[in-house]
């Protein structure tokens, strides 16, 4: 088996390289009430048609907690007390993708794409899972909530 960091960017490359899409937000300025819940969401591209182990060797998720370590600890840890939720949805295109994650950082949320390194399944570039939050879920679902569960 691959290793899931061969496939992919690490998180750290795509951390970095996601200020060239779009901006973010004031990562710091999401403040969950105390016992608001928190979810972060994994908007995975069905266009693309990715193994379910494909689609597990993405690190969204540790891109956006790396987004978050520094600029908002307090959110992160308020997320880890409070079950860490993640829900995985569908996308259709890339177009899709970029919107969404356009959305969530003008709320301020953190948004991660991961584009991948083309070793396996997916041709090199591919924009392939997107991942928003954690943030409170009344704002998450701003973005993602007509989306469909995958």
Do not use: F
Not at 52 to 65: D, E, F, P, S, V
Not at 131 to 138: A, L, Q
């Amino acid at each position: 088996m691959t290793s899931s960091l061969s496939t992919t960017q690490s998180a750290e490359e795509d951390a970095d390289s996601d200020e060239e899409d779009v901006a973010d937000g004031d990562l710091s300025a999401v403040k969950p009430g105390m016992l608001e819940p928190c979810k972060m969401v994994l908007i995975v591209r069905t266009d693309l048609g990715m193994s379910t182990g494909k689609i597990a060797a993405q690190h969204a998720t540790l891109a956006c907690y790396r987004a978050l370590e520094k600029s908002n600890p307090a959110l992160l840890k308020h997320w880890e007390r409070t079950g860490q939720a993640k829900i995985a949805l569908k996308a259709r295109s890339e177009d899709e993708l970029l919107e969404l994650e356009a959305i969530a950082k003008s709320l301020n949320l953190a948004a991660r794409s991961i584009v991948d390194a083309g070793r396996t399944e997916i041709a090199a570039g591919s924009r392939t899972v997107l991942g928003i939050g954690p943030g409170p879920v009344d704002l998450v679902n701003k973005v993602t909530g007509k989306l469909r569960l995958l």
